[in-house]
T-cell receptor, first 111, second 114 residues
Framework: EDQVTQSPEALRLQEGESSSLNCSYTVSGLRGLFWYRQDPGKGPEFLFTLYSAGEEKEKERLKATLTKKESFLHITAPKPEDSATYLCAVQANSGTYKYIFGTGTRLKVLA | KAGVTQTPRYLIKTRGQQVTLSCSPI?????VSWYQQTPGQGLQFLFEYFSETQRNKGNFPGRFSGRQFSNSRSEMNVSTLELGDSALYLC?????????????FGSGTRLTVV
């Protein structure tokens, strides 16, 4: 069964304290792995798509990497405005095009 | 460029009633998906529509239904509401659905069933 697991569930960082969020997945053929950011009361905002192992994408203080079993979202020198829930999703190559979301990591960056 | 628009933003309904939620995708996007988000379950896939056809369906009871119109706007309907249907309902759109790109989400409709 296709599955996505994110860890940790919650993370508190001091401003400037770098860390990584993990997304482990089991899927029958990966079409794409997606990272989203969700602020309270809003819908998820698309950040990155990764398609194959070894691929990396960067945006400001965020860098996403992908292996055959997991993805990491590295946050370098975070700021309070990076506080949000980060969601990971995978799309399988099974022909149904369904996206499977993890339950997210709630990140709080303290000033 | 207008984003994905969902109406209404908030809704309070009584158990046993039915409700219809609306979603207007980004212009040119033909794939519309619906998700239910709750604190305990995260984002759960409801269904996906592409060119007025339901292409995919999640594991929800038949009380949950949807449709898509020729202009790609979509509606979802929940009949015989239960307390457990209280959630944030999110609509997301993309050009084709099978292109491997990320979705653009709306801000959601917050449904409370009392």
């Amino acid at each position: 069964e296709d599955q996505v697991t994110q860890s940790p569930e919650a993370l508190r960082l001091q401003e400037g304290e770098s860390s990584s969020l993990n997304c482990s997945y089991t899927v029958s053929g990966l079409r794409g792995l997606f990272w989203y950011r969700q602020d309270p009361g809003k819908g998820p905002e698309f950040l990155f798509t990764l398609y194959s192992a070894g691929e990396e994408k960067e945006k400001e203080r965020l860098k996403a990497t992908l292996t055959k079993k997991e993805s990491f979202l590295h946050i370098t020198a975070p700021k309070p405005e990076d506080s949000a829930t980060y969601l990971c999703a995978v799309q399988a190559n099974s022909g149904t095009y369904k996206y499977i979301f993890g339950t997210g990591t709630r990140l709080k960056v303290l000033a | 460029k207008a984003g994905v628009t969902q109406t209404p933003r908030y809704l309070i309904k009584t158990r046993g009633q039915q409700v219809t939620l609306s979603c207007s995708p980004i212009s040119g996007h033909r794939s519309v998906s619906w998700y239910q988000q709750t604190p305990g379950q995260g984002l759960q896939f409801l269904f996906e529509y592409f060119s007025e056809t339901q292409r995919n369906k999640g594991n929800f009871p038949g009380r949950f239904s949807g449709r898509q119109f020729s202009n790609s706007r979509s509606e979802m309907n929940v009949s015989t509401l239960e307390l457990g249907d209280s959630a944030l309902y999110l609509c997301a759109s993309k050009r084709t659905g099978d292109d491997g790109y990320g979705y653009t989400f709306g801000s959601g409709t917050r449904l409370t069933v009392v």
